[in-house]
């Protein structure tokens, strides 16, 4: 009953024309290589976050203050 509510709701054109600015930004970005580098960069350091924090999370301090 929800997949036939869902599929008979139609997304309204702002939430389509905002998908479309975010695949053209995605394009430049991936067109762009200083740009991609620094995106690239970022989500490096963010798994490196991620990592030190599920280490935390289970109870491995000198691995997230990397000591081990």
Do not use: N, P, Y
């Amino acid at each position: 009953m929800l997949e036939q509510a869902k599929s008979e709701m139609k997304r309204d054109e702002w939430d389509i024309k905002e998908d479309m600015r975010a695949v053209q930004r995605a394009i430049a970005v991936f067109k762009d290589k200083e740009r991609l580098a620094d995106v690239q960069e970022l989500i490096k350091q963010r798994k490196e976050e991620q990592a030190s924090l599920d280490s935390v999370a289970e109870g491995d301090l000198q691995k997230a203050l990397g000591l081990s």
